[in-house]
Nanobody, 124 residues
Framework: QVQLVESGGGLVQAGGSLRLSCAAS????????MGWFRQAPGKEREFVAQ????????YYANLVNGRFTISRDNAKNTVYLQMNSLKPEDTAVYYC?????????????????WGQGTQVTVST
């Protein structure tokens, strides 16, 4: 079955950087759009970024555009999220997920498989 394992979360000061990774198995990785979502306590899960099957197409939520960069390595079945200039409001559990749809569909319902999440905490 499909398995997604996120890593790279942690505690960082405001203005700092983190790089999240999501290793995928049990699927033909290059056939899927990959997305990152996040969920803060008491809030709904929200879209962060997505990357198309080849890696050439990306799309970002307005809140992270210019600060976060999504990329993928199809040879390693891994998707990354480089997060720079982090803010306390970026604090959340970050999830990666797969979608059979192309770049541009950002609703969580469009995503089929999900990882367990990795905690990102940004302190002031």
């Amino acid at each position: 079955q499909v398995q997604l394992v996120e890593s790279g979360g942690g505690l960082v000061q405001a203005g700092g950087s983190l790089r999240l990774s999501c290793a995928a198995s049990g699927l033909t990785f290059s056939r899927y759009t990959m997305g990152w979502f996040r969920q803060a306590p008491g809030k709904e899960r929200e879209f962060v970024a997505q990357v198309g099957r080849s890696g050439s197409s990306t799309y970002y939520a307005n809140l992270v555009n210019g600060r976060f960069t999504i990329s993928r390595d199809n040879a390693k079945n891994t998707v990354y999220l480089q997060m720079n200039s982090l803010k306390p409001e970026d604090t959340a559990v970050y999830y990666c997920a797969t979608s059979q749809l192309g770049v541009g569909t950002t609703t969580p319902r469009a995503y089929d498989s999900w990882g367990q999440g990795t905690q990102v905490t940004v302190s002031t």
